[in-house]
């Protein structure tokens, strides 16, 4: 099904009113008017603690809360006692890193185009409880390299935790297959989901992975919203992250006994509007469809790669083909710092990048880049914007 983006738009105030070019959701997706307003709503009508107050505004409060619970269950086929609330993705791989039972020399297996969010955890680790930090590398092209993690899978290897898709080239690792691997090694996986879930339809348990975090605000969702999902009988052996009230169901002065997940891992008052807006977007997300999603996101992707790949001196970061780089075009310019390109795209044509290292400053550095332009297409933007982006960035190129 072809995406209507004319309609999808109107849900987007934003854009009509600064006519904008929005081109860095894999940053910040924009939001539309449904999360804003489901928010606004718990603001307005019940504006109270769930969990705790048995007054009207306090029962309105947990069902709300329940239900966005259970929304976003759904949205991944998981149980909802198998959701907990977080911050963000980031949050989510803390509290593995924290709460896992890892020994010294366990090893952790990542890849090397992590978020920072996927690599300070396992450092720091190596630093607290000598649990090894390994990388599998790409092969040149980006493309996930399946026989060098064969190799890698040795019986060490206490957690396998890889971003799914990438937030620097846009490539996705063969999940399924690595799963496999893994749990057949006798290994968990942790999948930062932070780039596919807004992209992608994921099912866990189809998957079978162990655990998986993402964040609200890629996938028009709020801000310091995001999720951990874990296999229960997983979550139920970690030991708590934060501790304090809602935690408990009893204390005295020197003991306390702690609820079940996910309550034992969701400490202190919780974002409440958040979680009825994260699951809002999941609701207007399944309106749409993801696999519709995907499929329109390809569409730009190829328009935009085969208008820039004449430019000369520029050069796509990744495979060269657009369809294995999800929403995603990274490239630099030889010649032309890239902030400045940025700059131009913003000020000339109002059309917004990112341009930096994207938090993947350990490849930048390995590759020996200062950075890159990256352009990220959503569900709301245009071929007529790809094509504005051409010819935009062509004029830019020829200022070299």
Excluded at 101 to 123: A, G, R
Aim: proline residues 4%; glycine residues 6%.
């Amino acid at each position: 099904m072809t995406l209507n983006t004319d309609k999808i738009r109107q849900d987007f105030p934003i854009i009509a009113r600064k006519k904008l070019i929005y081109f860095d959701s894999a940053c910040n997706s924009l939001r539309p008017k449904q999360v804003i307003e489901a928010m606004n709503s718990y603001y307005e009508n019940f504006p109270a603690c769930a969990g705790r107050s048995a007054h009207k505004l306090g029962q309105l409060a947990t069902e709300a809360y329940a239900l966005a619970r259970n929304k976003v269950a759904k949205f991944i086929n998981a149980k909802s006692n198998e959701i907990i609330f977080t911050r963000n993705t980031t949050e989510g791989i803390n509290l593995i890193a924290k709460c896992l039972d890892f020994k010294q020399n366990d090893i952790v297996l990542t890849i090397d185009k992590e978020h920072n969010s996927n690599l300070l955890p396992w450092q720091q680790l190596e630093k607290e409880k000598g649990v090894k930090h390994e990388i599998c590398f790409s092969k040149p092209d980006g493309s996930f390299n399946i026989e060098s993690f064969k190799k890698q899978l040795d019986k060490k290897v206490k957690l396998v935790s890889m971003v799914h898709t990438s937030n620097l080239d846009g490539t996705t690792i063969p999940a399924e297959e690595i799963i496999k691997l893994a749990h057949k090694n006798g290994s968990l996986v942790l999948l930062d989901a932070a780039q596919s879930i807004p992209h992608k339809k994921i099912d866990v348990k189809k998957l079978d992975v162990d655990f998986l975090a993402f964040s609200g605000h890629k996938m028009l969702g709020p801000s310091g919203m995001g999720i951990l999902y874990g296999k229960f009988d997983l979550l139920k052996e970690l030991k708590p992250f934060m501790v304090g009230g809602d935690t408990v169901r009893n204390t005295t002065y020197d003991t306390s006994d702690f609820l079940p997940p996910p309550e034992k891992f969701e400490a202190g008052l919780q974002n409440y509007a958040g979680a009825i807006g994260l699951a809002a977007a999941c609701d207007y997300l399944d309106e749409i469809g993801l696999e519709n999603i995907e499929k329109h996101e390809t569409e730009l992707n190829k328009i935009i790669t085969e208008g820039i790949s004449s430019i000369p001196g520029l050069h796509i970061l990744g495979p060269k083909q657009a369809e294995l780089r999800s929403g995603i075009i990274s490239f630099v310019i030889d010649g032309l710092d890239m902030h400045y390109i940025a700059q131009l795209l913003d000020k000339t044509a109002n059309i917004a990048v990112r341009s930096g290292q994207h938090c993947v400053h350990s490849w930048f550095n390995a590759h020996k880049l200062p950075g890159s332009i990256r352009a990220s297409v959503y569900l709301y933007n245009t071929k007529e914007e790809a094509k504005i982006f051409i010819e935009t960035l062509k004029k830019i190129a020829e200022l070299r």
